[in-house]
């Protein structure tokens, strides 16, 4: 938990001493993220906006519940900017479609789990900041090599170059 804050404020401060103009509404079609996801599961997530409207988003990280497992993703996000409005910075609801796979430690060696994935969230730009947080609710359907539907979810932020 102490590399996590120790991040978190790394961040905040580098966001504070090289501002970016590329998290700008205006601008956000040439902005690439990278940051932290908290919750099922925790690591490391970028972002990299396609258009206007889109982005691809894609996270490696680690599961501590059950059984211990590396996780990657990847998902095509849609937003939309016009469904909630914050008075200050960029509030936007999105959706998407992606694909996961983790290695998942079994007794006698490591399983190998593919998947689908719906991410459901909301992202909030800071306003005069390269930051972005965001909040995602994730159902996902496993695959391979049996089929197992569940949900997931997590909280993050990224630094946008």
């Known amino acids: 938990m102490n590399r996590l804050f120790t991040f978190i404020v790394f961040i905040i401060i580098a966001s504070i001493l090289f501002p970016s103009d590329k998290i700008i509404a205006q601008d956000r079609g040439n902005g690439f993220g990278l940051g932290i996801i908290a919750g099922e599961p925790t690591g490391i997530s970028a972002q990299k906006w396609m258009s206007d409207e889109n ?8 599961s501590f519940s059950g059984r211990t497992s590396f996780n990657f993703h990847v998902d095509y996000q849609f937003y939309n900017f016009n469904l909630v409005q914050a008075d200050r910075g960029e509030l ?17 060696g490591n399983d190998l789990i593919l998947g689908a994935r719906i991410p459901v969230g909301l992202n909030y730009h800071i306003e005069d900041t390269p930051l972005a947080a965001f909040v995602e609710v994730v159902p996902k359907l496993n695959l391979f090599p049996d089929t197992k539907f569940d949900i997931g979810g997590g909280i993050g932020i990224r630094y946008f170059f």
């Open 92 to 108: 936007s609801f999105y959706w998407g479609v992606g694909a996961r796979s983790l290695i998942q430690e079994k007794r006698n």
């Open 55 to 62: 982005a691809l988003a894609a996270a490696a990280a680690w």
